[in-house]
């Protein structure tokens, strides 16, 4: 009987590793209404959401991902420099804009140093880590091209990717977050408050590729709909505008 009963656990155990996803994409954080529909059109997919920084480190360290859709170029930049990528596959599939953020229900007002700081009234403003999420990276450039980085610098609440920092300004732990546009658009809970200028920072580039590594023919074939036109319209939807590649 007992050797029956383990039988039927081994049995069990290799239907549920059968079962297992075949297809692991790690996305940035930013993507996540989009991706998850796109997801669902394929079968045994699983995505993994975080900074694109953080993706590509663990891509590089070896993590077993077979497609990876990056918030900045440079990031994908470092996966092609240690061959962590197909370079054939690498592709833009969308851009977006950068907003400033408070909670539900805050009203617009201009974007001035003044302005900014009245409404931050002693409080943070929450944003991407300036120097590895693709998020505060673009809202650093921003802020330095509107000369309002030494007057905010010290006022900055850092997390590690651009979700976590529009939940804090949900959640009314900071007064304003700097966010890209599709982070607002999906949300309920905070409202865009002004408007970065595009020419404000280099252009917001999603870029995603089928990792060296992959053996998972879906992998490219999930990279082929989101830059076809099923895909362009869904990323369309949560707020995404069309690639803009620099020249």
């Known amino acids: 009987m007992i050797l029956r009963w383990l039988c039927l656990l081994f049995c069990l155990f290799l239907a549920g590793t059968a079962a ?58 470092v996966l092609l420099a240690g061959g962590d990528v197909d370079a054939a596959t690498v592709t833009d599939f969308a851009s977006n804009r950068l907003v400033l953020i408070g909670p539900a229900g805050a009203a617009p007002f201009d974007l001035t140093e003044a302005a900014i700081l009245s409404r931050l009234d002693g409080g943070r403003l929450a944003l991407g880590m300036t120097q590895s999420v693709p998020a505060g990276i673009y809202a650093k450039a921003a802020l330095e091209h509107l000369g309002l980085w030494q007057a905010l610098s010290e006022h900055l609440a850092e997390v590690d990717n651009v979700r976590a920092a529009r939940a804090l300004v949900a959640r009314k732990q900071a007064a304003l977050g700097l966010v890209y546009a599709s982070d607002a658009q999906v949300a309920d809970d905070v409202v865009a408050v002004a408007a970065i ?51």
Do not use: C
Request: no cysteine; hydrophobic share 45%; glycine share 8%.
């Open 20 to 77: 297992r996803a075949e297809v692991l994409i790690f996305a940035a954080a930013s993507l996540k209404e989009p991706v998850d529909q796109i997801a669902a059109r394929f079968d045994n997919v699983v995505v993994s959401y975080g900074g694109s920084g953080t993706m590509a480190r663990q891509i590089g360290q070896g993590a077993p991902a077979d497609l990876v859709l990056l918030a900045n170029p440079v990031w994908m930049d």
């Open 197 to 247: 200028p595009p020419a404000a920072h280099p252009p917001i580039r999603y870029v995603g590729a089928v990792t060296s590594t992959s053996t998972e023919p879906t992998a490219a074939q999930i990279l082929d709909f989101i830059t076809g036109p099923e895909g362009q319209a869904i990323l369309s939807e949560a707020g995404f505008l069309p690639p803009e590649v620099s020249p």
